[in-house]
């Protein structure tokens, strides 16, 4: 379900500085602050099993951590993988950028985010928004962090159901005209008022209050019921599936065959903003799996279910749950951020020595980026940092300067000439001097 643009930016900045690119509602002061649970008990006959691991601990504070499911990015013309390899963090009302190790890669100092369906996240403050004046901070396709925003144009498809024709009908985003839909996925389809021009395309007008459906071949497969959903703008359905909401506003997760995969008991996020607009706060929607990962949530707790319905963590286990990216996903467990593994993920192992490592090949990213974000000159040599190589984990931000003192030493002892430690050589005897 694509959402138009939030009211918070001009016109302007929608159409020509962030075409393309999605940001959140307007937000008040504690909209975008993640909610805490409540109490879930679940079915005394079903059999949980908690099928994760602890990477990081919850223990890292912040208003909100934002992940992102995907669904929205383009496969085809995909630029980078920031939305899945990064977390916009929300702290004190500000929003920086964290990695699934804990690591502050751009402090939390800009007014908002928002994302594309590129794979680009970028955070944004408004400097003058009469005059359009914004200074931006992104990760670009090499993980690197830049001091500026690509833009880039949304083609993302929408489909139409013309209930007398009993035809699909597609129109793009960028598009006033649509056609008729002739490829061989499912895909859901909004109800319309189709009528042919004279220029061969077709006039599209969604009826007011529609219902959603699915749709492949021109037949429906489910049928216009449904009061809203979610699903991948650009691909099928085949590995993520589709939300339909229905109207009790309770969602539930269908395949492309229409096949039901988890029941209409799980609950929209207010903090779920999956790289769309919400154009309107009762306007919340669920994610989509990832990594085969789904975290859903029933009665405002959290839990997650595998790609075959399967519930793997019990809703209620966490407050806040995010989509898993490479096994790994954020929580938020007793008001506290931490991060899970699934699988086999890798554990990265707590070592003062790979810590030492780290914190010797990287200069602290926070004290060089107030001022660089500022300034065309001086944010060139800032922007070729790698976004891997930043401040020490939230976790753990006394080591710093215990860890480089034991690097100081060791590379002391390592780089002594050896043969300063072997006995010297024996000197050679004279040889006799000539009788005169």
């Given amino acids: 379900m694509n959402k138009i643009f ?30 805490g649970g409540y109490s879930y008990t679940a079915d005394s006959n079903s059999e949980q099993k908690q099928a994760y691991r602890w990477l990081i601990e919850p223990t890292i504070n912040a208003d909100n951590i934002i992940s992102f499911d995907g669904s929205q990015v383009d496969p085809n013309n995909e630029k980078n993988t920031a ?12 929003y920086g950028i964290i990695d699934y190790s804990g690591n502050m890669v751009v402090p939390a100092e ?32 090499s993980n690197q962090v830049v001091y500026y925003a690509a833009e880039h144009h949304d083609s993302s498809p929408k489909y139409y ?3 007398n024709e009993e035809k699909i009908y597609v129109k793009d985003a960028d598009e006033e005209q649509g056609e008729e ?42 049928d216009m019921q449904y009061t809203d959903f979610y699903a991948p703008a650009y691909k099928g359905a ?39 607009v919400i154009d309107d706060e009762m306007a919340v929607h669920p994610y989509l799996f990832t990594d085969d990962y789904l975290p859903v949530s029933i009665d405002s707790s959290y839990g997650y279910y595998d790609i075959d319905g399967n519930c793997i963590v019990k809703p209620g286990e966490f407050d806040q749950a995010r989509p898993a990216h490479n096994g790994k996903a954020w929580v938020m467990k007793s008001g506290k951020w931490g991060v899970i593994a699934f699988g086999d ?23 060089t980026t107030t001022t660089s974000k500022t300034t065309t000159t001086t944010s060139v040599s800032t922007e070729t940092k790698k976004a891997t190589e930043t401040t020490p984990s939230l976790t753990q931000p006394s080591e ?27 000197e050679p005897e004279p040889e006799p001097t000539p009788e005169q």
């Fill in 6 to 35: 939030c009211s918070a930016l001009t016109a302007v900045v929608a159409g020509a500085m962030l075409t393309g690119c999605a940001m959140p509602w307007e937000k008040g002061a504690d909209d975008d602050v993640a909610p």
């Fill in 83 to 94: 939305y899945a390899n990064y977390s916009v963090i929300r702290q004190n009302g500000k």
């Fill in 110 to 141: 800009y007014d908002d985010y928002y994302t594309c369906w590129c794979g680009e996240v970028t955070l944004f403050n408004i400097i003058n928004e009469k005059n359009d004046e914004y200074e931006y901070c992104s990760i670009d396709s």
């Fill in 161 to 163: 159901w013309n209930s």
């Fill in 181 to 222: 839909y002739t490829g061989k996925k499912a895909v859901v389809v909004c109800e319309a008022d189709v009528k042919k021009s004279d220029n061969g395309f077709y006039d599209i007008s969604p009826v007011s209050e529609p219902l959603y459906g699915l749709a492949k071949k021109d037949k429906l497969i489910l």
């Fill in 238 to 276: 085949g590995l993520t599936c589709i939300a339909f909401e229905n109207d009790e506003g309770k969602w539930g997760y269908v395949g492309s065959d229409g096949k039901t995969i988890i029941d209409f008991k799980c609950d929209g996020d207010m903090s779920a903003y999956c790289g769309k």
């Fill in 345 to 367: 993920a890798p554990v990265e192992e707590d070592s003062s020595e790979e810590e030492t490592t780290t914190t010797t090949t990287t200069t602290s990213y926070i004290t």
């Fill in 400 to 426: 710093t300067t215990e860890v480089s003192t034991n690097t100081e030493t060791v590379t002391e002892t390592v780089t002594e000439p050896v043969t300063e430690t072997d006995p010297p050589a024996p």
